[in-house]
Structure formats: structure tokens, C-alpha cells
């Protein structure tokens, strides 16, 4: 703690660096697939709990976003075709972020924003894993505020939604009348398995889906639940991206 207070003292800020070292050693990133010594036995298919993975044309498919990382196709594969990497930049952007599009919405927002982005926090139905992740962003070691990034309490002073949590039926209206209660131009973004695909509890009838079934989305980031690492590169990738 003395050498962290230290270094905020000497530099001004303490951020975590973007790279793979600066991963735990047990960390479960993204999925690598060797294809080569594959003998088609299916196991990892059955042993997702997310349907994650699937046989295509000989070859396997893997859906990022419904992942859970919890490593049974790893742990299942006899031939070690499987294999957990230590990178977790993962965050994909939806089509209204891609940046051939440039339409006159995505100049605006830029202009409004110039780098400076309010977030207001959905939990639309989360097991609070992904909340306690975000939470650490707003700490010395991670600096959110550093970036021009910082949570707001009331969805009027947002510029984007970051919504946690498989979408639920009880909870999709307050969803709703938050996005709706947010000014325009404004973004979404998808934190976790469960808001990205809304695959984690399977289906249910007190389930509505991922977030993407109620309000557009703008960002994805997959994880169960995502680093706070993960969430930081996402927020810089969307602002990057965003036309200028």
C-alpha cells in the first residue's frame, strides 16, 4: 500500500498497463483451438454449460460473448486442442459503433463528448459478480476518472448505460425508462455472458434475454465476470472509435 501511495504521490495516477503480464498466472482468457490433432469427439460441444461452442464444417466455432471461461472443454479435451490464453481484450463493438458507418449521430456524439463519458449502472437481473468488478474501476489502482470516465447517479446526466445481469422479466421495464430517461446520443453497453448473449441461465420464464433484447447495444464485453481491465479497454475502445 505505502509503495502504491508512493507511486500516486510521483506520477499522479496508478494505472493498471494493457498487456498480458499483467495478467494472474491463472488467469482464463480467451479460448485458443488447435484444430490440427481435433478427432471430432464432440466433448467439449456437450461439456459447455452455454452452448458456446459448436461444430461447423468439421471445424469449431466459438461464440466469445456467451463464454463463461469456466474451462470444462479445456478440462474434457483428451487431445488438448483446448486452451485458456491470458488475453482478455475481449470487448467487441455493435454495428452502430463500427467505424465505416460515420454517420451524422456518431460525429455528434464525439463532438458532445470529446473524450469525457458518464455512466449510469443497470443491474437488470446480475449476480453482483460484474458489479463488484466495475466497482473496482473507480479505484486508485485502475483511476477510471483519469480517462474523463465517471459514474453518475441519475440517468439524465448520462452519456452511457452499462448494463450487468441477464435481463429479467421484473427488471425490464426500469431498464427500459432508463434508457429512455437517458439524452441523446447515448451508448450501451453489455457487461458480462449473462447481459451480452443472456445464455447464461439458459431459458426461463422469467427471463427475457440478453440486453440487447430490450435496448440497443453499443458495446460487448464478454466475461464471467469481466476484469476491470477488460472494462476499461472497452470504455477507450468505444471512445477511440467513435468518428471524429
Request: charged share 25%.
Given at each position: 500500500?505505502?509503495?502504491l501511495l508512493q507511486k500516486i504521490f510521483d506520477v499522479g495516477v496508478v494505472t493498471e498497463a494493457f498487456d498480458g503480464a499483467a495478467t494472474p498466472e491463472r488467469f482464463r482468457g480467451r479460448?485458443?483451438?488447435?484444430?490440427?490433432?481435433?478427432?471430432d469427439c464432440?466433448?467439449?460441444v456437450e461439456a459447455c454449460p452455454v452452448n458456446a461452442i459448436?461444430?461447423?464444417?468439421?471445424d469449431i466455432a466459438l461464440d466469445t460473448r456467451?463464454?463463461?471461461f469456466c474451462g470444462r472443454c479445456v478440462e474434457v479435451c483428451e487431445r488438448h486442442q483446448l486452451r485458456h490464453t491470458n488475453e482478455y481484450k475481449l470487448a467487441a463493438l455493435g454495428d452502430s459503433l463500427q467505424e465505416e458507418l460515420g454517420t451524422a449521430l456518431l460525429r455528434r456524439t464525439r463532438k458532445l463528448l470529446r473524450r469525457s463519458l458518464q455512466i449510469r449502472h443497470v443491474d437488470a437481473g446480475s449476480c453482483n459478480a460484474c458489479d463488484f468488478e466495475m466497482n473496482a474501476l473507480s479505484n486508485p489502482f485502475y483511476d477510471l476518472q483519469q480517462y474523463g470516465i465517471d459514474f453518475v447517479a441519475s440517468p439524465r446526466h448520462a452519456d452511457m448505460l452499462m448494463v450487468t445481469g441477464v435481463v429479467t422479466r421484473n427488471l425490464t421495464q426500469a431498464l427500459m425508462m432508463t434508457y429512455e430517461a437517458v439524452p441523446a446520443p447515448k451508448l450501451v453497453m453489455a457487461v458480462g455472458a449473462c447481459a451480452a448473449t443472456g445464455k447464461t441461465y439458459g431459458e426461463s420464464y422469467a427471463i427475457r434475454g440478453g440486453a440487447d433484447a430490450?435496448?440497443?447495444?453499443?458495446?460487448?464485453?464478454?466475461?464471467?465476470p469481466p476484469r476491470p481491465a477488460a472494462l476499461l479497454y472497452a470504455l477507450l475502445l468505444a471512445l477511440d472509435r467513435l468518428p471524429r
Open positions: 500500500m505505502l509503495k479460448l485458443e483451438v488447435e484444430r490440427q490433432g481435433c478427432r464432440r466433448q467439449c459448436q461444430k461447423q464444417n468439421g456467451a463464454c463463461l430490450v435496448v440497443p447495444v453499443d458495446i460487448y464485453v464478454p466475461g464471467c
